[in-house]
């Protein structure tokens, strides 16, 4: 893998994921997705696939790849690649979720006494 973070752009669609990936050598560990130009910049990349069949292709060709939504701003949605996720979610950070040695997240619950 050459870059941890690769840019692309919503409108195009999710053809260009697999050229970008194959120059990369390899999966990032992030995607940045560039919402189209003239859309709200405060809708994320999900509620503009309410109604764009771009963007819902691009959504479900980063899932497949192992991609989550994990953050929007200002017209970028970015995608983090699963066993990314324990590095980043506060969550885990603060021991509120734990996870596996399988990549499994969970909580565990005492029985009421």
């Known amino acids: 893998m050459k870059n941890s973070i690769l840019w692309i752009v919503a409108h195009k669609g999710p053809g260009d994921i ?3 990936v194959a120059e990369n050598e ?3 560990r992030y995607f940045r ?3 189209a130009p003239g859309l709200d910049p ?3 990349l999900m509620k503009i696939a309410l109604s764009d069949a771009r963007a819902k292709l691009l959504i479900l060709k980063l899932t497949n ?3 989550s939504l994990y953050y929007h701003a200002d017209g970028e949605s970015r995608f ?3 066993d990314r996720l324990r590095h980043h979610w506060p969550a885990v950070k603060s021991g509120a979720i734990s ?3 399988g990549g499994i997240f969970y909580t565990l619950e005492d ?3």
């Open 33 to 35: 997705v560039q919402s």
């Open 80 to 82: 983090i690649r699963h």
């Open 99 to 101: 996870v596996s040695s």
């Open 111 to 113: 029985p009421p006494q």
């Open 65 to 67: 790849l192992g991609y």
């Open 42 to 44: 405060r809708r994320d």
């Open 18 to 20: 697999d050229l970008a």
């Open 26 to 28: 390899g999966l990032p």
